[in-house]
């Protein structure tokens, strides 16, 4: 349970696409608060009256340091997830089901690609994804060694 509501197996490993994109975001942030301070430092070391800065460049170095330990703590974050998704993974006896799990929650594939992938249909993926994800629900709260 998280939260008060319990976590589905689908819920927990769709965790790590959105701290992936969450990091992604957070990345960009940063990428803007940086072209923000150049500009603002160029502005500054050129005396440029026609194109002030409109924001401290105390206020934005403050943002960029911000943004940067929110990220790390993501990163963190994503790091534990991982590990932990993987060693539920790693117990499980189906190699179908691990792969099938391996492909859609880290590296992203649809149900579509995967099926592509392993040559089944579609409809065979989706069926043996939701098997997959029910052998997965044991293994989480420390489920069957």
Request: proline share 3%; hydrophobic share 35%.
């Amino acid at each position: 349970m998280k939260g008060g509501f319990i976590v589905t197996p689908k819920r927990y490993l769709e965790q790590i696409q959105v701290l992936e994109t969450k990091i992604d975001l957070k990345r960009d942030q940063i990428i803007e608060e940086r072209t923000r301070a150049q500009s603002c430092t160029t502005a500054m070391s050129e005396r440029v009256q026609t194109s002030p800065c409109s924001d401290s460049l105390a206020n934005i170095i403050t943002r960029i340091c911000d943004f940067e330990k929110d990220m790390a703590n993501m990163i963190n974050e994503l790091i534990d997830l991982k590990q932990d998704s993987i060693s539920k993974i790693d117990k499980m006896n189906n190699p179908d089901y691990v792969r099938i799990l391996m492909l859609r929650y880290f590296k992203g594939y649809s149900l579509m690609q995967i099926a592509n992938e392993m040559n089944y249909s579609y409809s065979h993926i989706k069926r043996k994804h939701g098997w997959a994800l029910e052998e997965f629900k044991r293994y989480m709260n420390d489920g069957p060694q």
